[in-house]
């Protein structure tokens, strides 16, 4: 193979660059490999692949298409194991690390990623392909330190490219604890950032956001305007600027920037997504109606304009007819994460016994179990339902309280919730762009996500939507107590001691024969994935980290919760069996 071959496959990891690559006659089953991957022929895959690397078992090219067959059909070991070849037969090119990784990340085992990170770094941090890919992740899983030293890294090995060096200067934005401290500073590094790249618009756009979500619209109002007289070309940073006007209460001149766009060039998708939201916070609805219907016909597959239309009905309160759109787009688009996420929002809005299109649970491995909530991140184990195919309705599934008020609250019958006394919707700003309800309830203290966007539903409706919606799901749960057929999930991010743990479940005895199980981080003495149990229908879990831990490259444990939960079920079955 000639030096020129393998710089070029180097760089292509993936199956669609791997089309690209010219291989020698000896990898000729490379090229059928990957015309049945096309066609989605995966086990005629693997048959062909397998039989073209015992002819030619250290090909780096062939290897690669190996391991792509072997993500595609979900097979982990096998997928690292070639991913481990490709590094032996070019253990100083990045594609064995960067392909493994991207495997990882497809495959949702980024807890595999951190020996290949540190391996990566030792002997390819000065590959700029390596480099960005370990700045990649890093970022998507909020290890800001490490996505701030990884894009400083990519900026210095390509000084020219302003991309990198703003993806440095936003690397400190990270999650929410902290946030608006290094948000201060992201904002210096953008200005620094601006006298390096005066051109760089992209810089501007990001510097309009983080002005927004630092609550300083005085600021966005002031530079959007100039940034928007010196580039008036450019189509997303004009939208930045209506979107300022629309968090300062100035509806019409976010429409009128919009209406700008929309008649100077030939309308996008993007452009009549913006019109459309734009007269709808206007309340023009009857002329957002018509724009939808007419943007529709034109792009019957194009998400924005499919969420502004949903929008468009939330934003007046009708949450029924807001469902009702997005399933038409989820028809449309049945792959689409986020039509999937926002359809998944609004029918939990109709969480009631009389909504004609009130959701119906997605019953899968985890249909015992309830949650609890917990505390920190006390909608992980909902997360991890959802992840593992379970989808049901809960008071406390994204809930937020700690063992005494939970306690209180179970002794009560969670008397008073959902009751508008007790009851407040606040905001909290997630991302620039995001601003979502919560809610709480004073009396013993729960607060919960409804991933709502403020922008998207009026707070008087929302409010009263909410507490309809919380005293259905306390009657549930009251039920399901009751039933005694459920296991109660609560998430301690801090140890709690047995004798909290017993306490929690003699309240929920008081129902009838429930079972409880307590998850906490494995530590000395308990290993991750194991369960103990504390007495009859008493069970405590661990798994080896929870979401947003400050040493996980991933999101939870996703395998563990799944241990801890079926060893606790088996438990549970043997005990009334």
Sequence with gaps: MSGASEAGMSKAPGVGQADAEDLPASEAGAGAVRALLKQGKLAEAEEAVSAALSMAPARPALLRVAATVAEQRGDLETTLARWEAVRAADPDEPAGYVGALRSLRRLGRLDLAPPLLQAGRARLWDNLEFVVMAAQLATSTKKIEDAEQGWKRAAELAPNNPDYALSAAMAQVGPRKGRRKRLRTVVDQLEAHHARFPDFVAAYIAHVGVLRELRRLPDADRLSAKWCARFPADVKLTLARAAVHEELGRTDEALAAVFFLRNRDEPTPEVEAAYIRALSCAGRHEEAAAVCDASLRRWPKERPVWLEFARAASRQGDWAES????????????????????????????????????????????????????????????????????????????????????????????????????????????????????????????????????????????????????????????????????????????????????????????????????????????????????GPGIFVGYVSHFLRDAGSHTGSDIDGWAVVCAQTEARWRAAAA
Aim: aromatic letters at 6%; a negative charge.
């Design 323 to 534: 469902i009702r759109r997005l399933e038409q787009a989820s028809a449309k688009l049945p792959k689409d994460e986020a039509i999937t996420r926002e359809l998944r929002t609004a029918r939990a809005q109709l969480a009631d016994p009389e909504s004609e299109v009130a959701p119906v649970p997605v019953e899968g491995v985890f249909a015992h179990f309830e949650s609890l909530g917990g505390t920190g991140m006390s909608c992980e184990f909902g997360m991890v339902q959802r992840r593992l195919g379970t989808d049901t309705l809960g008071l406390l599934r994204w809930a937020r309280t700690g063992p005494a008020e939970l306690i209180e609250a179970l002794d009560t019958e969670f008397a008073g919730v959902g009751d508008e006394a007790n009851t407040e919707l606040v905001t909290a700003r997630v991302a620039a762009d995001r601003e979502e309800y919560v809610t709480r309830d004073t009396r013993y203290l729960m607060e919960s996500h409804t991933f709502v966007r403020t922008a998207d539903a009026p707070a008087d409706k929302m409010f009263q939507q909410t507490c309809r919606r919380m005293r259905f799901l306390r009657g549930k749960l009251i039920e399901d107590l009751r039933a005694g057929e459920k296991i109660f999930v609560y998430r301690a991010e801090e140890a709690i001691d047995d004798e909290t743990i017993i306490a929690l479940h003699a309240a929920l005895a008081r129902y009838g024969d429930n079972t409880m199980l307590c998850v906490m981080r494995a530590h000395a003495g308990h290993k991750a994935r194991t369960v103990r149990t504390l």
